[in-house]
């Protein structure tokens, strides 16, 4: 189980910034690890009230169950790992652990973990690497039927972050296009089918 304040500050690409950011970043197709987001919430939408997000992201490396809730600057990500075995029960039964911090944190707010069904997934290609201003990742996601192209910056600092992001937006000329987070892109794009 881990803790940690996620403070981040992102912006949607167009596929000609994201080609451009790749290219200044010599990344390679080996630079990317493909990652699949599965959302959950409950039937009337306890976490989404409440600006929680809850999701099982597996890769080919690791696979963990994260809750993210708000916190005085940026959220708080409520993380337990998981096994490959445990995702996938996870995924065939439709329902997350009853045990661990994240079942915890949701029965503190008082939601019954044995009501998360699934709603939604995402897949995303991100390259994550550190920068100066902070830890950078370059996703590009599809979903249902769309696909689209992000910048994300996680920082430590807030009011530096937010600078350091609006300086990185003109080093590279693009225009900010404010970005929902992945689980609301997604849930909107199923409900718009």
Request: hydrophobic share 35%.
């Amino acid at each position: 189980m881990t803790e940690q304040i996620e403070i981040e500050f992102k912006t949607l690409l167009s596929k000609t910034k994201y080609h451009q950011l790749t290219a200044h970043y010599q990344l390679q197709p080996t630079d990317f690890i493909t990652q699949v987001n599965h959302y959950f919430d409950t039937p009337d939408q306890q976490l989404h009230s409440r600006h929680f997000g809850l999701r099982v992201r597996t890769t080919d490396f690791y696979d963990e169950l994260t809750l993210k809730t708000p916190a005085e600057h940026g959220l708080l990500e409520t993380t337990d790992q998981l096994t490959k075995a445990q995702t996938a029960e996870i995924l065939r039964k439709g329902s997350i652990l009853f045990s661990g911090a994240v079942a915890k944190r949701l029965l503190t707010a008082s939601i019954d973990p044995r009501k998360i069904v699934p709603l939604t997934s995402l897949t995303t290609k991100r390259a994550e690497f550190p920068i100066n201003e902070g830890l950078l990742a370059i996703d590009h996601s599809w979903y249902g039927q769309k696909e689209d192209f992000e910048l994300e910056l996680e920082v430590n600092d807030p009011i530096l972050g937010k600078q350091a992001f609006m300086a990185l937006l003109e080093k590279f000329a693009i225009p900010y296009q404010p970005a929902k987070n992945k689980i609301e892109r997604a849930i909107l794009e199923k409900a718009q089918r």
